[in-house]
């Protein structure tokens, strides 16, 4: 299986900064990445697919890059709601996620 | 508005059987293809499961493979999982999605339900 790494695995931020997590794959997955949002006891939400398209109703604070094996989320002036842990998820071959990331409040 | 709700979850001993269930709503069931994820308690997501629009394709992870099979009924618009040989490490959150396309091939889950506990214990 592709493993996916992401850093950090936490993050301390302020309402209005600017914060960016970064995913690494094993090997090349070309653009088939994938971040979600999850908080706890909800539905995960998907932010991002293939690497950068913003997925439909998802601010546009949040931004996606990246190909072959490193990939990044941006999300730019945090707002409360987007406290949260975020994972990638690549669906090039059997589908594996990273680590995720917990985005706490400073 | 797409609506996925799972059902389904509980107790069970270890060797024991439970099945899922995930009611769908809100959009052309057989159009997508359909996933099971889980998350452990205190750890991240995992794929466990996804069958195609039409049902001719199903695939596991490892780690389920030959114990948990994923199959749906489309008069009721529903996805199941029926779990076999239930072990302490498959206590977890199980989590229905849908895939954006129907092959459930290199794509993405569009949208989650909000999940289902399952506990394997003696």
């Known amino acids: 299986d592709i493993q996916m790494t992401q850093s950090p695995s936490s993050l301390s931020a302020s309402v209005g900064d600017s914060v960016t997590i970064t995913c690494r794959a094993s090997?090349?997955?070309?653009?088939?990445l994938n971040w979600y949002q999850h908080k706890p006891g909800k539905a995960p939400k998907l932010l991002i697919y293939?690497?950068?398209s913003l997925q439909s109703g998802v601010p546009s604070r949040f931004s996606g890059g990246g190909s072959g094996t490193e990939f990044t989320l941006t999300i730019n002036g945090l707002q409360p709601e987007d406290f949260a842990t975020y994972y990638c998820q690549q669906s090039y071959s059997t589908p594996t996620f990273g680590q995720g990331t917990k985005l706490e409040i400073k | 508005e797409v609506q996925l709700v799972e059902s389904g979850g509980g107790f069970q001993k270890p060797g024991g059987s439970l099945r899922l269930s995930c009611a769908a709503s809100g959009f052309t069931f057989a159009s997508h293809a359909m996933n099971w994820f889980r998350q452990a308690p205190g750890k991240g997501l995992q794929w466990v499961s996804t069958?195609?629009?039409?049902?001719?394709?199903?695939h596991y992870a490892d780690s389920v493979k030959g114990r948990f099979t994923i199959s749906r009924d489309y008069s009721k618009n529903t996805v199941y999982m029926q779990m076999n040989s239930l072990r302490a490490e498959d206590t977890a959150v199980y989590f229905c999605?849908?895939?954006?396309?129907?092959?459930?091939?290199?794509?993405?889950?569009?949208?989650w339900g909000q999940g289902t506990l399952v506990t394997v214990s003696s």
């Open positions: 069958i195609s629009g039409s049902a001719d394709t199903t």
């Open positions: 293939a690497a950068s």
């Open positions: 999605a849908r895939s954006e396309g129907y092959s459930g091939s290199r794509t993405y889950a569009d949208y």
């Open positions: 090997q090349t997955i070309y653009s088939y």
